[in-house]
């Protein structure tokens, strides 16, 4: 008898327990349907009813009606929401509550993981980098995450990115390399997925796996092209793009990412229409609202390379687009408020009309006060500024200026940052070009191109050359002729393999080599590298205005040195058609110019020429002050 009334006991224990695991089986689903519901208004860019509605089911968690993973599920979507309507400082304090509430979860890991890997994102979206590595150095001590987890591969891209926007892009590429195998499972075709299905992270669709994929490749290519590897990168973006709308969609936002790498690469080598080209194509391409920011930086970035490339008829339709959607939210936090103004300033700076551009350089600083100090537009309008001021001749503004992008780099880029170093580098040349402190200068260049930079970079990339033939400048100045004649030669075995033995680079580096050994008195030598400057100037089928026009004026001295003044005349007409060519402001290079010829003429005892020229000299730096 008592066996069976023990069995009946256990038997209605058993129904009891099941009756409560189906009901909560129910409310986990119901819980994860409102949830779904709440994701599906932040994606359509309902925010405010997204944070009411995230708000009020979080509070469930104090009755007891919702798990603690639920909860800072939905305090991460209310900061999201806070985050997309430029409400910088209450998404910071909302993610801070997620955050404390997935530090609660001892069973649950992984929120903890994804709450530090959100507020990570967000400081480094919004430009602390610096306070991004902290929070990442948090998620590498949260125990109980399975290192082969899809938790994991997302804190190792998201710290890869960081080291790539820090401008560390050989540990970022480390990282990146350190993914392979990964990302090749990510990527396989369907047939290996088929095959090898057991191997699956069965938490990732095949989607997410090909993203994922894409992501990390497009990282890859901007690391490339930042540490001089042009071709490398060109390469690997050609094949992203290929890849991504193949196995992807021409609308998806890593698509759009490789295109927008490519844009970016093509700016730099100033193919300016190209890349307007390139930006356009990314604007519109997702209609996703939580990608509004990414759209309207593409549309700046197609209205600043249309500027560049003087397209008049275009960037007058970009600003006045951004002007539309900017008067449409008038009274209001607006992203488009913001980027019209940049625009405007941008155009009336590279236009000329400077007391217009620092006019609305000034209306841009009231109106991004409502940003936190680290934010992105706060340091463009901080370069911008200097490169105003620089124009108008301004120095000490401008100084002031540089020290001032430098602390930026070093409070939230980071003091050991490489971008931090080449702010310090712009205040080494600005001694070089425009101060006395030519000692403080040389320390600046040992301490942070020698000790650290130099590091960061292949020895034959373009802002390698550039920071060699800045170094061999000063090291002439303080007469130091040998040590630069030795980083001169450097210059052109880096001009050479980077662009060959008929380019612009090459020929104006073999030039000021050829200048230098004449200085140090190495006539033959430096007779022999002018030659081949001259040869490479006139085999070469590219010309880059700038740097042929460097290597003219030099060739030129050279040739005024040897008593050819009518050969050094010829080449000084050819810079006056160059800079008349040139599209864009190049400072002061008629003065430069106009300098020389007054010196050929003094030279040759035609002083009422000499005089003329001084007089065009004083007319030019009279413009641009």
């Not at 001169?488 to 880096?494: A, I, L, Q, S, T």
């Not at 020429?609 to 001084?614: A, D, F, R």
Request: proline letters at 1%.
């Amino acid at each position: 008898m008592s066996r069976f009334l023990l069995g009946a006991f256990l038997c209605l224990l058993s129904l009891v327990s099941k009756g409560e695991d189906n009901e909560s089986r129910l409310n986990q689903a119901k819980n994860d349907k409102k949830l779904a519901f709440l994701k599906y208004k932040f994606d359509q860019g309902e925010y405010e009813e997204c944070i009411d509605g995230a708000n009020k089911f979080a509070k469930n968690y104090d009755k007891g009606k919702i798990s603690i993973s639920d909860a800072t599920a939905a305090k991460l979507l209310e900061a999201k929401s806070y985050f997309s309507m430029l409400s910088f400082e209450k998404a910071s304090q909302i993610f801070n509550v997620a955050l404390s509430l997935a530090e609660k979860s001892k069973s649950q890991p992984t929120d903890e993981h994804k709450c530090l890997l959100y507020l990570a994102q967000y400081l480094n979206e919004t430009g602390n980098y610096a306070e991004s590595e902290k929070i990442l150095r948090k998620v590498e001590k949260v125990s109980g995450i399975d290192k082969a987890s899809i938790e994991e591969m997302n804190f190792s891209s998201s710290l890869a990115e960081l080291y790539k926007n820090q401008g560390s892009c050989f540990e970022a590429l480390d990282i990146i390399e350190g993914q392979e195998p990964y990302r090749l499972k990510m990527a396989s075709s369907q047939l290996v997925e088929e095959k090898d299905k057991a191997a699956q992270d069965k938490e990732v669709d095949f989607q997410t796996r090909k993203e994922t994929y894409l992501h990390l490749l497009n990282l890859k290519a901007t690391c490339l092209f930042q540490i001089g590897k042009t071709d490398e990168a060109e390469m690997l973006i050609k094949n992203n793009l290929l890849w991504g709308n193949k196995n992807l969609s021409s609308s998806n936002r890593y698509v759009i990412e490789a295109l927008r790498g490519e844009a970016e690469l093509l700016s730099k080598k100033k193919s300016f229409a190209r890349s307007a080209s390139a930006y356009g194509q990314c604007y519109g391409r997702s209609d996703a609202a939580e990608y509004e920011s990414s759209k309207v930086e593409d549309l700046v970035n197609q209205t600043i390379e249309s500027i560049k490339d003087a397209q008049i008829i275009q960037y007058k339709n970009y600003l006045r687009r951004l002007q539309m959607y900017a008067f449409r939210s008038v009274g209001t936090k607006d992203r488009y408020e913001i980027a019209y103004n940049y625009c405007e300033a941008f155009r009336s700076f590279y236009e000329g009309d400077l007391q217009a551009a620092e006019h609305r350089l000034n209306s841009l600083v009231s109106i991004i006060k409502f940003l936190p100090p680290y934010h992105p537009y706060h340091y463009k309008v901080l370069q911008l500024k200097a490169d105003l001021k620089l124009r108008q001749g301004d120095l000490k503004s401008y100084k002031d200026l540089l020290y001032l992008i430098a602390e930026f780099n070093s409070k939230f880029k980071g003091a050991k940052s490489p971008d931090f170093f080449k702010a310090n580098l712009d205040l080494a040349l600005y001694e070089l070009n425009y101060g006395s402190d030519l000692n403080m200068a040389e320390k600046m260049f040992v301490v942070n191109y020698s000790n650290h930079l130099k590091k960061e970079i292949i020895k034959e990339s373009d802002l390698n050359i550039f920071y060699l033939k800045a170094f061999a400048r000063l090291l002439e100045k303080r007469d130091k002729l040998d040590s630069a004649i030795a980083i001169m030669k450097d210059v052109v075995d880096g001009s050479v393999l980077q662009h060959g033995e008929k380019s612009p680079e090459y020929a104006a580096g073999i030039a000021k080599l050829g200048e230098l050994q004449i200085l140090s008195g190495k006539y033959e030598d430096g007779f022999s590298s002018m030659q081949k400057a001259e040869l490479a100037m006139e085999s070469g089928k590219e010309n880059r205005n700038e740097l042929s026009m460097e290597a003219y004026l030099i060739i030129s001295r050279l040739y005024a040195f040897k008593g050819e003044f009518d050969k050094s005349k010829n080449l000084l007409n050819k810079v006056a058609q160059l800079n008349l060519d040139k599209t864009g402001f190049d400072p002061l290079a008629d003065a430069v110019k106009n300098e020389q010829v007054a010196s050929l003429y003094l030279m040759t005892g035609n002083y009422y020429k000499g005089e003329k020229e001084v007089k065009k000299i004083t007319r030019d730096k009279g413009k641009d002050s």
